[in-house]
C-alpha cells in the first residue's frame, strides 16, 4: 500500500508539472498545449488560462526589510481550452500574445518587487504591489481582446504581437 501511495503521489506531481508550460520566446504554444473540455456555454472560441505566484524570504539582517523574491508564471494546459472547429493559425496567435502579455507581466511584479523600499508592513506593501500589477494586466487583456476583436482582426493582432515581445525584451527574466 505504501510503494501505492508513493506511485501516486509522484504520479500527481508529474502530471501537475506536465499541465504548466513556462513562457519561452522560442517555444509558442500549439494547439495541442489547450487540454481543458472546452465550455459549450461560454460564446468565447478559446480560453487562455495563465497564473502567477510569488513567494518571498527576508535578507538579513532582519530588521532591514530587504526581501529575495521568487516568482513562478505558467500557462495551465489543464484549464486552457479550444473549440475545435474554430481552430486556426491567426486564433493561435491571439491566444499566444494573451501569454505573452501574462509573461509582460510576471516581469513587471518582479521588476516592482525589487524596486520598493519596504516598511514594517512590507506584507501589505507586497499585496498591493501584486494586486496592481494583475490589474494592469487585467486592463491589458481587455483592451488586447477589444481592439484585436476577440482574435478577428488580424493586422492588430501582429502589432500586438510586436509591442508585447518588445516589452518582454527590455525586461530581465523573473
Not at 459549450?40 to 502567477?52: G, H, W
Not at 505566484?53 to 535578507?59: D, E, F, Q
Not at 474554430?86 to 491571439?94: G, P, R, S, V, Y
Not at 502579455?101 to 523600499?117: D, N
Request: hydrophobic share 35%.
Amino acid at each position: 500500500m505504501k510503494h501505492f501511495l508513493l506511485l501516486l503521489l509522484f504520479g500527481s506531481i508529474y502530471l501537475s508539472a506536465n499541465a504548466q508550460i513556462k513562457w519561452d520566446a522560442d517555444k509558442p504554444l500549439k494547439w495541442s498545449d489547450f487540454s481543458a473540455v472546452d465550455d459549450d456555454q461560454n460564446p468565447s472560441v478559446a480560453y487562455t488560462n495563465c497564473r502567477t505566484t510569488y513567494t518571498y524570504a527576508m535578507l538579513p539582517p532582519a530588521d532591514s526589510y530587504k526581501f529575495n523574491f521568487k516568482i513562478d508564471s505558467w500557462f495551465d494546459k489543464a484549464a486552457s481550452w479550444v473549440k475545435s472547429s474554430k481552430k486556426n493559425k491567426f486564433l493561435l496567435q491571439h491566444e499566444q500574445v494573451h501569454f505573452d502579455i501574462h509573461e509582460l507581466h510576471a516581469r513587471k511584479l518582479m521588476q516592482a518587487f525589487k524596486a520598493k523600499t519596504y516598511t514594517a508592513n512590507y506584507n501589505e506593501e507586497i499585496k498591493a504591489i501584486y494586486d496592481s500589477i494583475q490589474k494592469e494586466e487585467q486592463e491589458m487583456q481587455m483592451r488586447y481582446d477589444t481592439q484585436s476583436m476577440r482574435s478577428n482582426a488580424q493586422d492588430e493582432i501582429s502589432v500586438w504581437s510586436f509591442s508585447i515581445r518588445g516589452q518582454i525584451a527590455k525586461l530581465p527574466p523573473y
